[in-house]
Structure formats: C-alpha cells, structure tokens
C-alpha cells in the first residue's frame, strides 16, 4: 500500500520527469526552488494537468496507458496556495460543497474538523471577509471534508506573512498527527518542510532527484549542496530534563544528548530538533574553554564539496544520528578528516521545531 | 393619450422581447461558455459572426434573414417540411430575427464573466467532487451572476429598440408584428405626431430606465 508515481510532460522550454514511491502514511514534502515543477507534479497528481505516466494510489490505478480518472472522481483532498474558496458562498457552505458531493465514504465528521481548524465563529461570514490565514483554514477543512485518501497541499503557507504562518503552523502540526491519510506537501521553504514532513522529495529542475526518509535524507551530503544555507540534520528527541535555573532543557536523541533552551515541553515529550550545517563545527579535541555549550564525540562519515570552492560538507556520526558541518576546506584538511576519524562536534545552534 | 393599437403594440413589443431574451440565454449561454474556455481555431470566426449584428446595418441583416426563412432558403424549407409554413411576416419569424439581431448583446457580457471566472473556482469543485456539468451549475453560473443580469437587460432593451430587422422580416401587420418602433413610424407618416409623442416618448424614458438600472447594478459590484 503506497503511491507511485511516474510522468512526464514536455511544454516548451520545461519538461517534467518525476517518478515518486511513497509511504501511504504521514507527510512527504515536495521540495524545490520556484519553477523546479513541484506544483506541476503536484497537479498532476491530482488530475489537473494530463502527462504520460502512471499513477496507483493504495492500490488503485488512477491513471496508465489507457486510463485516465478524471479529477472528481479521484478521492483526494486539494489545499491550492491561492485557497480557491467560491466567493459565493459562505464558509459553511463552502465546507459542504465538497461533503454534499462525498457520497458513500467514510464521513470525517463536520464538527471535529471544525474544531480542529477553529472555524467555529467563522461559519456564516464570506470568503471576502476572511484574512489570508483563515481562508487557508478554511479551505483545509474543505478539502478534508470529502473524506480524502491522500490530500494535496501546494504551498499553503507561501501567500501569508510570517505571523499568519506561525497562526497556521500548529494547525498543520495536529493535522499530521491526528490523519490517517498521506499527505503531500509541496514547499520551498526548507523551515516548514524540517518541521512538518516525515518523508521527503527534491526536486530539481522537473526531476525528482533525491526522495526516502526526511533524517536520512536532509542529512545526505550530496544533497546540502543543493539547500545552501538550509542545509541540516532534523532528528527527534525526547525532553529528559528542565533546569529553571537557566530556562534549559536536556533533550535525548539516539546517540547523546543536548541543551536547548526551553520551550515548555513536559518532561518524556518527543520533539523534533534541526541543527543547521552552517552551526556545526568539528574540534580535534574537547575544549572546556568556549561559550558552545553542546559538544559531541563524532565521526566522520563521509565529505563532499559545496557549491562554494572554499566549503566542504562534512556529515558526522553521533551514535545512530547523522549531523552535517559546513566547513572551510583548508580547517577540513588541517583536521585530516577523513572518514572513520573521531572528532569532536560543537553545535552552535539548536532549533527545536516542535 | 395611447389608444388600443398603440397598446397592442407595446404589449407585443414586451412579448417579444422576452421570448428572445428567454431563447438568448438558453442557446447565448453555452455559446459564451465555449468561447470563453476553447483554444479552438473557431473561437475567432465564431466570436465574430456572433459580434456581426453589431455592425451590420439591421437591413442587411434582415434581407438575408427574409431570404433563409424565404421559401427558396434553408430555413423556409425545413420550416415548410416542419408543417409550420413561412416564417417572415409571423411572430415567430420577428423572435428567429432578433435572436440573431440581439445574439452579442447577450452572448458578450457572459462569455466575459466567464473569462473572468477563469479556471481556477472550477478546479478547486473539481477536486470537491464536482462533475464538469456540476461545477458549471454550482460555481461558474453564480459566480458569473452579474454577466448574467446585464446580458438579460441588455438582450431585452436591444430587442425593444430594433426596427430595421422588423420591418424587412416582419411588415407592420397588427398584432402580429406590428411593434412600438414600426407604430412610431407610422404615426410619423401619418402626421399624428402626437400619437408619436406618447410612444417615442415612453420609449426614451423606457431606455433610460433600463440604462440607469444597469449602471446602478454595475456601480455596485465593482465598488
């Protein structure tokens, strides 16, 4: 049980060949800069756009050589960046547009949804009405309400103000725990896609180029090369320890353990944690001495330049984690870091990101 | 004051040009809605034929008309093998001419709020579910609502004011084809200018009234 997917679409000047084999639960982010076709795929997918290929969903064929299902026939869900809501219609009526038309499946309940998404004093007002944020809630809970068995979402986020995404943010989060459902996830924002996706694809220029495992795969060091400054490793930990004294927590990963400042999160908590690249640099030996608070025995795994001469990415093993350091590389060769080498880690920065 | 044929008149002049408005926008509909959304090579030469009436003067238009609906034209052949006779100089003769001759007026302004409407409303009802017949009942027509009522007051106020394409299809005969815009003419010919004052009159405030009403209705949605 999975979705698999391959097409191909030739338009003048921009091809996409995208093959996807994905889990069929969780979220798997889609992610590329602008125009790498990430939406095109995504449209695809749902039926939108007409490419060659073959798509099977949980088992069923929703398109192959001579099978096209058209798009209201497919039981997705479809959250578009622009949210689309019909300016006819109030929100209640635009939550049942789809939930009126959903006849047979399994009814995720109106209420619940609601709930969820807090659109409760929202119900009676016109999409005019609405801000940015609430129309994206809104047209989440629209598309959840025809009891979808994948939903889509292109680039919710991407139309709001910082603000307006913190608002969202949260709402996403609960949805990805609380969906039995996959949900694909298309973003070019490298924060959103450590903090939300289980699972992810990169895709470059209409190619998917890299996809498996969200740790596994942000901590590849032929992939950094591509996320720049984002480059970095996502893991999960649980909190041990809060110290109020200094407002800190001490969080444990498969391989060690960190400060982080506190976030509120009880103790026995799991959380995700990012630790860039661009934070991560490698000692020879422990040093005592520096204000770098969370220092780790590493090895190294493995190195490979970056987009800038003067750079290598170097990616560390800490038990079962991988991290990845971006380092000069002259400090790379007056280290000897070759694989297999014990080094120390001192992380500069780490983000917990819920 | 307005005696019984001048009655007759604009009380045949309303029947008119409600069927015609009626007919417009049953066929006027999906002919906007397919110019609107093809990528066909007939999109220009049918946008023009439709837009033709505009600049046409009503004679031309209704000479070809007299001669289709004649007994030697298309028209006046299968209407004759129909078992309903000749069209010209019928009711239902001057209701085949002014949809042609009304045909823009009420096509244009809804192929344009289609074109507004764009793709996008109908995609998202596409994946709630909606089949294309649905979507255009569900979201395309009430979203294209204010196409909708000025091609309705439009179609109707252009078939009130037609007089060329009557008099070469229709004649002047009482009751039957007899308009207020032939009448006024008539009473002109016959120096009874005062007659001529109540209908041509009624027929300024008429335009005037409906121009007003479509202004006011614009105004507003674009405020």
């Known amino acids: 049980m999975s979705i698999k997917a391959h097409f191909r679409l030739d338009w003048p000047g921009f091809t996409l060949d995208a093959a996807l084999d994905l889990p069929r639960r969780g979220v798997t982010a889609v992610f590329g800069q602008s125009g790498c076709g990430k939406t095109t795929l995504l449209r695809c997918i749902a039926g939108l756009e007409r490419g060659a290929g073959r798509l099977e969903v949980n088992g069923e064929v929703w398109q192959d050589a001579g099978r096209f299902v058209p798009t209201h026939l497919r039981p997705l869900g479809y959250v578009f960046q622009d949210a689309r809501l019909f300016a006819h219609l109030d929100v209640g009526r635009n939550l049942d547009f789809g939930m009126r038309r959903n006849r047979g499946a399994a009814m995720p309940g109106r209420d619940p949804i609601i709930e969820l998404l807090g659109l409760g004093p929202l119900l009676e007002r016109m999409p005019e009405r609405l801000s940015g944020g609430e129309q994206q809630r809104v047209a989440i809970a629209r598309a959840l309400l025809t009891a979808p068995r994948l939903l889509l979402m292109d680039e919710p986020l991407a139309s709001l103000d910082h603000a307006r995404k913190q608002e969202i943010l949260p709402y996403l989060e609960r949805l990805r725990d609380e969906l039995e459902i996959p949900v694909i996830y298309v973003s070019h924002a490298a924060d959103e896609v450590a903090r939300l996706a289980d699972h992810i694809v990169v895709m470059e220029d209409g190619h998917t180029v890299a996809q498996g495992p969200l740790a596994e795969t942000l901590a590849r060091v032929d992939l950094p090369i591509r996320l720049g400054e984002d480059a970095g490793a996502v893991f999960e930990a649980t909190v041990a320890e809060r110290d109020a004294e200094w407002h800190l927590a001490r969080v444990e990963f498969d391989g060690g353990e960190l400060w982080v400042r506190d976030s509120g999160a009880a103790i026995g908590k799991r959380v995700r944690l990012r630790i860039l690249a661009r934070d991560v640099s490698i000692a020879a030996s422990r040093h005592d001495d520096v204000s770098i608070m969370n220092m780790l025995p590493a090895t190294v795994a493995a190195h490979a330049g970056e987009d800038h001469p003067a750079l290598v990415m170097v990616q560390l093993r800490v038990g079962g984690t991988a991290l990845l350091a971006r380092l000069t590389r002259r400090s790379a060769q007056r280290l000897d870091l070759a694989p297999g080498r014990r080094v120390w880690a001192q992380i500069k920065a780490v983000a917990l990101i819920g | ?223």
Not at chain 2, 39 to 58: D, F, H, Q, T, Y
Not at chain 2, 153 to 176: R, S
Not at chain 2, 193 to 219: E, K, N, P, R
Request: glycine share 10%; aromatic share 12%; net charge neutral.
């Open chain 2, 1 to 223: 004051m307005l005696n019984p044929a001048d009655l007759a008149a604009i009380w045949l002049t309303c029947k008119l040009a409600t069927t015609t408005t009626v007919l417009l926008l049953l066929i006027g509909t999906p002919i906007a809605w397919w110019l609107a959304r093809t990528r066909s090579w007939w999109k220009g030469p049918v946008g023009a034929v439709v837009a033709l009436p505009i600049v046409l003067p009503p004679t031309v238009l209704g000479f070809y008309l007299l001669l289709l609906m004649g007994p030697d034209g298309a028209v006046g052949r299968f209407t004759e093998w129909a078992g309903v006779g000749l069209l010209p100089f019928t009711f239902w003769g001057l209701v085949l001419a002014s949809v042609f001759y009304s045909m823009p007026f009420v096509v244009q302004p809804i192929q344009n709020a289609f074109e507004a409407i764009g793709e996008r409303p109908l995609e998202a009802a596409a994946t709630l579910r909606a089949a294309p017949l649905d979507a255009f009942f569900s979201v395309a027509v009430p979203l294209a609502r204010p196409g909708f009522i000025t091609a309705t007051i439009l179609g109707f106020a252009h078939t009130v004011g037609e007089f060329g394409v009557v008099l070469m299809i229709g004649g002047n005969i009482p009751d039957k084809t007899r308009v207020v815009s032939v009448l006024i003419y008539d009473h002109v010919e016959a120096l009874e200018y005062g007659q001529a004052h109540w209908l041509a009159g009624g027929m300024v405030a008429f335009s005037f009234l409906v121009l007003l009403a479509l202004y006011a209705f614009t105004g507003r949605k674009t405020r």
